[in-house]
């Protein structure tokens, strides 16, 4: 089974913090996303990584940043915290996309940030 | 610009009453189209993949098909279990875009 983690369920920063949400996936899949949920908005693409040390951004990239160092882990990283960054966050992973099949994306049980 | 539409946001079904729930999406060269089912306060978790219009996929009370305008999430005779969000995602060039979903209350 394919299996995505994140390293924190919950947590809770306070406003101007500097915070790193952590995702690692174990199938060697190239592609891994960040996303944020929130209510009436649904899934909306932060970054997302086609190989080591690329990334690509996605929608809504203002306030954040990512690492991809190695390619079973895609870091997400607020600067600087601010209070309309609470949200559900969600990392994801999927095999390369090229000109062949489509293939889905295998999402993280998500991180809960509050920031107060 | 590619957008997907779920409808409706929200359901509530008694158990055992059949209904469908729509995708519709604008997108061009559409690629492939996923059905993920996701519980409050966790992932999304994949339930179908459908690549072209007339396509069909069934996996225990769920069958997904497909148009080349929409997909119906069809739920015979549901269960409480089967309560949960359920979101629409199509995949073009670009990552994939996601609908706001609909919400499923199955009552017992």
């Known amino acids: 089974d394919v299996k995505v983690t994140q390293s924190s369920r919950y947590l809770v920063k306070r406003t101007g913090e500097k915070v790193f949400l952590e995702c690692v996936q174990d199938m060697d899949h190239e592609n891994m996303f960040w996303y944020r949920q929130d209510p009436g908005l649904g899934l909306r693409l932060i970054y997302f990584s086609y190989d080591v040390k690329m990334k690509e951004k996605g929608d809504i990239p203002e306030g954040y940043s990512v690492s991809r160092e190695k390619k079973e882990r895609f870091s997400l990283i607020l600067e600087s915290a601010s209070t309309n960054q609470t949200s559900m966050y969600l990392c994801a992973s999927s095999p390369l996309l090229g000109q062949g099949p489509i293939y889905e994306q295998y999402f993280g049980p998500g991180t809960r940030l509050t920031v107060t | 610009e590619d957008q997907v539409t779920q409808s409706p946001e929200a359901l509530r079904l008694q158990e055992g009453e059949s209904s469908s729930l729509n995708c519709s999406y604008t997108v061009s060269g559409l690629r492939g189209l996923f059905w993920y089912r996701q519980d409050p306060g966790k992932g999304p978790e994949f339930l179908f993949t459908?690549?072209?219009a007339g396509e069909e996929k069934e996996k225990e009370r769920l069958k997904a098909t497909l148009t080349k305008k929409e997909s119906f999430l069809h739920i015979t005779a549901p269960k409480p279990e089967d309560s949960a969000t359920y979101l629409c995602a199509v995949q073009a060039a670009t990552p994939l875009v996601f609908g706001k979903g609909t919400r499923l209350s199955v009552i017992a």
């Open positions: 459908l690549y072209s």
